[in-house]
C-alpha cells in the first residue's frame, strides 16, 4: 500500500505564498507522474499543476507564474510553491501520485487526504 501526505496548508492574506509538500511512502518501486488537485465548495475537483519524472511540468491556466510545481525523487516527495495567492485559490488542495509499487507491478493512482488553503481577501 501506498500513503500520501500533504503538508503546508493554513491561511493567509491576498499576496501572500503558501509551500504544500506531499511525501509518499509505502510500497514504491517507481514513481511516474505527480501533481496538485483542489476543489473549492460546491465545486468539483480541478487540476492545478502536474510533473513527471522527468521534470516536464503542466498548469492550469489559472495559476500560471504564480505556481510552481516540483518535485525531489530520493525523497518521493512533490511541492507547490504558491506565490500571489488570491481569495479564489482557497480550497483543500490534493496531492496525487501514479506509482509503480513493484517491478513487474502496474501502475496505481493514489490520493492524499487533502490540506486547507485558505486566501483572505
Known amino acids: 500500500q501506498v500513503q500520501l501526505v500533504e503538508s503546508g496548508g493554513g491561511l493567509v492574506q491576498a499576496g501572500g505564498s503558501l509551500r504544500l509538500s506531499c511525501a509518499a511512502s509505502?510500497?514504491?518501486?517507481?514513481?511516474?507522474?505527480m501533481g496538485w488537485y483542489r476543489q473549492a465548495p460546491g465545486k468539483q475537483r480541478e487540476l492545478v499543476a502536474t510533473?513527471?519524472?522527468?521534470?516536464?511540468?503542466n498548469y492550469a491556466y489559472s495559476v500560471k507564474g504564480r505556481f510552481t510545481i516540483s518535485r525531489d525523487n530520493a525523497k518521493n516527495t512533490v511541492y507547490l510553491q504558491m506565490n500571489s495567492l488570491k481569495p479564489e485559490d482557497t480550497a483543500v488542495y490534493h496531492c496525487?501520485?501514479?506509482?509503480?509499487?513493484?517491478?513487474?507491478?502496474?501502475?496505481?493512482?493514489?490520493w492524499g487526504q487533502g490540506t486547507q488553503v485558505t486566501v483572505s481577501s
Open positions: 509505502g510500497s514504491i518501486f517507481n514513481i511516474n507522474a
Open positions: 496525487n501520485a501514479e506509482v509503480q509499487p513493484c517491478s513487474w507491478c502496474g501502475k496505481n493512482n493514489y
Open positions: 510533473i513527471t519524472n522527468g521534470d516536464s511540468t
